[in-house]
């Protein structure tokens, strides 16, 4: 299923502004990174702090005051199928069945019927959803309805998937069986991912690399390259590499969360 990689995004010395009436709320500022086709790399900065935003600017439904977002050179404009957003909560239309909802997107660009149908059943499948295809939302736990949200994405086939905190209303256990899950279908697909979260042991087990932002207005204060080997099992979480960069991260968040 991999193919050659794509999707790298630059954020060039990006702000974002928004107001009325006599009055601008920065939220993000001067804000630079670049992520390799193909990479994960994790969003993490205290409450507040514009990581959704940035989010936002590389979906493409907020544009910066100043500066670019490019993804693969080409200037973010406005939401395309080349970039898919997975949110907190699930969004998935209650009245289709499962199938139905990962193939919407590709029945909105035209595929036709037998070629959309086989393309949400095998990524259901990669999704550990195989025999649910014809459930409705409403029978599935919180978990499986966002593998749901997930295929729902991948179907399409973007060069960058955007996950703003996905796991974040999701039960612990649950949550951990989520990355793991997700981890696997990354190292299948390798789409680009920027992964939004407030969870540092989640941002270090699921990355290649963690962006810490500011309090805001939202500045990228550090990367921090995560060597993990890969594939990554939980086990690691208690591995001595693992709790120094957990140490380390912690303490550049605290620091910008006590600001």
């Known amino acids: 299923m991999q193919t050659a990689p ?65 993804v693969d050179g080409e200037p973010v404009a406005r939401p395309g199928a080349d970039r898919g957003m997975v ?9 289709k069945t499962v199938v139905e909802n990962v193939e919407f997107g590709l029945k909105m660009r035209g595929v036709g019927r037998t070629e959309r149908n086989s393309a949400a059943r095998t990524y259901l499948h990669l999704m550990g959803l195989g025999g649910f295809e014809n459930a409705y939302p409403a029978q599935l736990s919180g978990g499986m309805q966002q593998r749901v949200g997930i295929a729902r994405v991948l179907v399409n086939r973007p060069r960058v998937m955007l996950m703003d905190e996905p796991f974040a209303a999701l039960d612990a256990q649950t949550r951990l069986t989520m990355q793991e899950l997700l981890l ?19 941002a270090i087990f699921l990355a290649d690399r963690v962006a810490v932002m500011t309090a805001r207005p939202g500045r990228l204060r550090d990367i ?25 991260v912690f303490a550049e968040v605290r620091e910008e969360a006590l600001r």
């Open 87 to 95: 949110f907190q909560q699930h969004s998935l239309f209650p009245w």
């Open 184 to 202: 696997g279908v990354w190292q299948e697909v390798r789409t680009t991912v920027l992964f939004v979260t407030h969870d540092i042991d989640e």
């Open 224 to 248: 921090v390259d995560v060597p993990l080997p890969r594939p990554r099992a939980p086990e690691i979480t208690t591995a001595s590499e693992f709790m120094r960069l957990k140490k380390h």
């Open 6 to 70: 794509t999707g790298r995004i630059d954020l060039d010395d990006v702000r974002i502004a928004f107001g009325g009436n006599g009055h601008t709320v920065e939220a993000v500022q001067r804000f630079s990174l670049r992520t390799e086709p193909g990479e994960f790399v994790a969003l993490l900065g205290p409450s507040g702090c514009g990581k959704s935003t940035v989010l936002n600017a590389v979906a493409g439904f907020v544009r910066p005051s100043q500066g670019r977002v490019l």
